[in-house]
């Protein structure tokens, strides 16, 4: 699943109401919205290129990698 798929920034800001379109949870911004994507519904998964290991998070792959250099 990708962000723009269920995700349309533009129309959010007009609205500024934050709702899941997949499950139709409201959330109070933006950046929540993102985050409730990546962790219930795995939108936008960031892989680690050693191993199969993936996080909804950016930062949780390079400490990841860090730790297992």
């Given at each position: 699943m990708n962000f723009t798929d269920v995700l349309d920034e533009k129309e959010l800001e007009k609205s500024r109401?934050?709702?899941?379109r997949v499950c139709k949870e409201r959330l109070k911004s933006l950046t929540q919205l993102r985050d409730h994507l990546r962790s219930k519904h795995k939108a936008e998964r960031f892989a680690c290129q050693m191993c199969t290991d993936s996080?909804?998070?950016?930062?949780?792959?390079?400490?990841?990698?860090?730790?297992?250099?």
């Open positions: 109401e934050y709702r899941c996080s909804d998070r950016k930062g949780n792959v390079f400490r990841h990698i860090e730790t297992t250099l």
